[in-house]
């Protein structure tokens, strides 16, 4: 009888994935792009090169308000990005253009005009060069810019982290939505544009699954693969603000090997209500929490000030202005490169998360946090001596249940193992060894989605839960071939057996299993060794 049930859902399933495709339904405008701020809106009131220098404080009248950026520097026993220790060093962005892919840029706001960038701007709706806002409700692109690039020193809102570099706005998002306008915002001026800056992605709305589009998918490729002469376009993009009912592994943006994922994290380090834990996120930054902590200082529409940026967004935008310090420090950084400076730079001390543990390596991760919070100082002294890490290597195993399906009845887990030599068993050349890294293509069906929950063990041990239960997700249609992600394995060893673990906890639910894949990114040799 479950049998029988088994087969009925994953009819259902490859039934409802024929309708897509045979009636070409674009599930990319059924399901619309969000932002990722938070409520608590309301308006408020040079350095040469890399030439070291002493800093003083500038007379932006928001600078007393960014404890994220300047808390040490009034009190050393507290935390905070250790962007003036980058400051210090001669690093505010310098030749590093960054374009804020997200709802327009108000290009003559008095804090941003100075550093505005036309080759790094576009209208994406209306097919023109002009990003500027239509409506006061489209304020989160400026918001963003300036949390990025604001001016130092020039008695206006706050500062920028990287206060020299230069600033374009893309605009995309409005009510409507498709797949070649993002591919073409994701693919715009790639020799000219070092950083795209993505605050939003698929609803955040905790039964959602979605992710890039064909071409969005082949732009953001093409980016990684050409842009920056060959050295690789960087994509930060920031997690969910869906709270604990959410996941931001169903976020096909987020789960990108190719993009950089930032959760927030609060003035005290505790994980914000909105804030959605998942595998694939790699570090994070601060922003605020609830409507009593303090948030971001920034630029918003009108030529005014706020001191109300909240949710993922503030925290992906001073990401994108650390980043930009770094670039600095040195130009020739790949987007791999990056990221292997973020997971060795990251900070876990201060956060507080309940799922804190090392990998095989020995580095802590959370799920909440990545590897911890971004350090601007150390990690603009790691690029400067960084040496290019070789290019990246990939291979994949298959597990194929012969009976077509596995039943995993209620109560009860599966537990699938799949063993690789970094696919030197595979008579594959490009043996992974170290990993960066690693995807698990699932397919899998259920009565309701949202009550799987699955994890991947590497073979030192290491448990990264790749989805987490759903309340709110009660699709049928279950994880067909979705691209799960995890960077919690960066650096170990790919040799051994690899466990995938379904859990189904619920009395009232049927789970069918049919094959998953083990995809492996890093590479042949241990990159502390080149």
Partial sequence: MIKLILFLILFLQQFNLNAFENNKIDIHSINPRTKRDKPGDGNVRKIDGATKTKFSEPNDPLWKDMWYVNNKFYDSKKIDHNVIEAWDLGYTGRGVVVSVIDDGLEITHEDLAGNYDPDASYDVIDNDEDPTPIDDVDHQGTRSAGVVAAIFNNSRCNVGVAYDAKIGGIRLLDDTYNDTREAIALGYKPQHIDIYLANWGPTDDGKTLDGP?????????????????????????????????????????????????????????????????????????????????????????????????????????????????????????????????????????????ADWQKNGLGRWFSHSYGYGLLDAGTMVRMARKWKNVPKALNCSSVYHQEDNFIAIENGTSLNATLYTAGCLDNGNDNRVNFLEHVQAIIDVGAFTRGKIEIYLTSPKGTRSKLMSKRPKDTSSLGYINWEFMSVHFWGESSNGNWTLEINNADEENIIGFNKWQLVLHGTNDSIDEI
Avoid at 270 to 276: A, C, F, G
Avoid at 288 to 308: E, F
Wanted: glycine share 12%; aromatic share 6%; net charge negative.
């Fill in 213 to 353: 589009g064909e071409l969005a998918k082949e732009a953001i490729l093409q980016g990684v693969n050409e842009g920056r002469n060959g050295k690789g376009s960087i994509y930060i993009w920031a997690t969910g603000i869906g709270g604990e009912d959410d996941s931001c592994s169903a976020d096909g943006y987020v789960s990108s090997i190719y993009t950089i994922s930032i959760s927030a994290t609060t003035e005290d380090g505790r994980v914000p209500w909105y804030s959605e834990s998942c595998s694939p996120t790699i570090a994070t930054a601060f922003s605020g929490g609830s409507v009593n902590d303090r948030m971001i200082a920034t630029t918003q529409l009108h030529n005014s000030c706020t001191l109300k940026l909240s949710g993922t967004t503030a925290a992906a935008s001073l990401a994108g202005g650390i980043i930009a310090l770094t670039l600095e420090a040195n130009p020739n950084l790949g987007w791999r490169d990056i990221q292997h400076i973020i997971v060795r730079t990251a900070k876990p001390h201060s956060l507080r998360a």
